[in-house]
């Protein structure tokens, strides 16, 4: 499992500085001695300050490719997504948060993106 952070507001599959975005991700993907292997669990959430417009299923696809030879060898690898956008102005109380988030959150103002890979459940589950 591995867990980030991107400074910043994730840009959408269509907008114009989309590339320059995956070079961000890029950038702050910690290095990993290997590529991590399927089937994999990417989630993604968004913490922005105040209002967006930007619909949650837009910021994935930069994101999941920006990960490939980085993170993992193809995207085709992630069979689950979980993303999520979270206002800072009305936080929710965070259940068993990571270090890597709790530091991301002390530092506020801005907007930010908290990535975390990690195998996916071996069992389905639709609660």
């Not at 993907?29 to 590529?35: D, R």
């Not at 490939?68 to 009305?90: H, N, Q």
Request: with cysteine; hydrophobic share 40%.
């Amino acid at each position: 499992m591995i867990d980030f952070v991107v400074r910043g507001t994730p840009k959408s599959q269509q907008a114009g500085s989309r590339k320059r975005w995956q070079e961000t991700v890029q950038d702050a993907a910690p290095p990993l001695s290997e590529l991590l292997t399927g089937p994999l669990r990417l989630r993604i959430d968004f913490f922005f300050d105040g209002s967006t417009n930007l619909d949650t299923d837009n910021i994935i696809k930069p994101i999941q490719d920006a990960l490939e030879d980085i993170v993992y060898g193809d995207d085709e690898t992630v069979v689950d997504v979980c993303a999520r956008k979270i206002d800072l102005r009305s936080l929710p109380a965070l259940a068993a948060a990571s270090p890597t988030l709790l530091t991301a959150l002390s530092e506020l103002p801005g907007d930010f993106v908290y990535i975390r890979v990690a195998s996916a459940h071996r069992r389905l589950e639709f609660a």
